[in-house]
């Protein structure tokens, strides 16, 4: 069965409190979008999330995560010179963005990585991924099979550019994911998303994410463009606020224009930090509850949520407005029984506002692991379950 544990832990806060009516978005002139609270994982907004669209240049956060594990890897080194094969050539003929390499010149790795990310070049996209996998087909397989590892649904991949290609589709929650992924699994390559312009054999070329120049939170993180596509933009921004930094990402698909794009980001990113609060529930590491557990070598185990191991410990976003209280409240299975291992889960954690509203839902897991006890510890235990 279930028992209902720790409804009377009440978390009283003095300022940006639940409110009783979530934050309505502002109107976004986009297809589709989505807002993502990075911090916290929490999702703020969205619209026609999970429709196919078409990815345009948005792609090259696929591409750029695979080289980015090549680089962590070993199999590539951001000195490494890369051969520019005529495939790479070809994509001069394309109408697409490039790097305007040429088959006469051999790139470094991190000379390559500026002109995909900083100038969106296709040409610079396909020498990387020839790089990494030898030929295209290969690259390409290797991106869906991370999609599918992943759980992407709506996500499947043609080529490495975004060229509008049959079959070639992604969506706004798919888009935030891979974003997600690269901004945390490969903090230090976060840098090259900020770079305003990057000059390659004498020819300059502005970062075309125009939040750059605009916002100094903004900090990465892709802009895409084609016809079929709209003008396409995922960014992402960190703030400062008194009880720590907070990261939104939003992505916005299929707007009219350059300056469009970057206006409905500017406008969901401003709403997200002004609507919304970002509280700590927990600290990082600190149990959430210590429960008794049955058969095992220790009396009691510590539950937490399964992100209490981050440095920051467990935020929540709730509505910015008048001071209320927020109960967290505990869901677990009863009886524990050993043996239990770390990160098992075993329960839910539930954050409600005064007015029965769900504000979030964590996974409750045990923190350390609880071995099984010796014969008589197990023996007695099984008697007072059974007597139960």
């Given amino acids: 069965m279930k028992r209902l544990f720790a409804c009377a832990l009440l978390f009283v806060l003095s300022w940006g409190a639940a409110s009783a009516q979530t934050p309505?978005?502002?109107?976004?002139?986009?297809?589709?979008?989505?807002?993502?609270?990075?911090?916290?994982?929490?999702?703020?907004?969205?619209r026609d999330a999970d429709s196919q669209a078409d990815p345009a240049s948005l792609t090259k956060l696929m591409t750029a995560y695979l080289v980015f594990n090549a680089i962590r890897d070993k199999k590539l080194d951001v000195e490494q010179q890369v051969p520019v094969s005529q495939r790479a050539w070809a994509e001069r003929k394309g109408g697409g963005s490039l790097m305007f390499i040429d088959t006469t010149m051999t790139p470094r790795v991190s000379e390559l990585l500026r002109g995909m990310i900083v100038q969106s070049g296709n040409d610079a996209s396909v020498a990387l991924a020839e790089a990494v996998g030898g030929t295209l087909p290969n690259f390409v397989a290797a991106m869906n099979r991370q999609a599918q590892?992943?759980?992407?649904?709506?996500?499947?991949?043609?080529?490495?550019?975004?060229?509008?290609?049959?079959?070639h589709y992604t969506s706004a929650r798919d888009i935030a994911f891979v974003a997600r992924r690269v901004?945390?699994?490969?903090?230090?390559?976060?840098?090259?998303?900020?770079?305003?312009?990057?000059?390659?054999?004498?020819?300059?070329?502005?970062?075309?994410?125009l939040l750059l120049g605009r916002d100094p939170s903004v900090d990465g993180l892709k802009t895409g463009f084609t016809e079929a596509a709209g003008w396409c933009l995922v960014a992402t921004a960190v703030r400062e606020f008194p009880n720590g930094p907070r990261r939104l990402l939003s992505v916005v698909l299929g707007t009219s224009?350059?300056?469009?794009?970057?206006?409905?980001?500017?406008?969901?990113?401003?709403?997200?930090?002004?609507?919304?609060?970002?509280?700590?529930?927990?600290?990082?590491?600190?149990p959430v509850a210590e429960v008794p557990v049955w058969k095992g070598d220790k009396p009691k185990a510590a539950l937490g949520a399964s992100t209490a191991i981050?440095?920051?410990?467990?935020?929540?976003?709730?509505?910015?407005?008048?001071?209320?209280?927020?109960?967290?409240?505990?869901e677990r299975t009863d009886p524990l029984v050993a043996p239990l291992v770390a990160g098992q889960r075993v329960g839910t954690i539930k954050v409600v506002t005064p007015g029965g509203s769900t504000v979030a839902t964590l996974p409750l897991v045990v923190m350390e692991p609880v071995a099984l006890a010796g014969f008589f510890g197990r023996t007695w235990d099984s008697i007072r379950l059974w007597i139960q």
Wanted: proline content about 4%.
């Fill in 24 to 46: 309505q978005p502002p109107e976004v002139a986009a297809r589709q979008y989505l807002l993502l609270d990075l911090s916290t994982g929490q999702l703020l907004a969205e």
């Fill in 149 to 167: 590892a992943w759980g992407l649904k709506n996500t499947q991949f043609r080529n490495v550019t975004g060229l509008t290609e049959g079959g």
């Fill in 183 to 209: 901004i945390e699994d490969h903090p230090d390559f976060l840098p090259l998303y900020s770079q305003r312009q990057y000059t390659y054999n004498n020819i300059r070329q502005d970062n075309r994410n």
């Fill in 257 to 286: 224009s350059a300056e469009a794009r970057a206006g409905e980001s500017q406008k969901l990113l401003n709403w997200g930090f002004t609507a919304w609060n970002a509280l700590r529930l927990f600290e990082a590491g600190k």
């Fill in 310 to 330: 981050e440095k920051r410990g467990v935020w929540v976003n709730v509505p910015a407005g008048d001071s209320a209280e927020l109960k967290v409240a505990i």
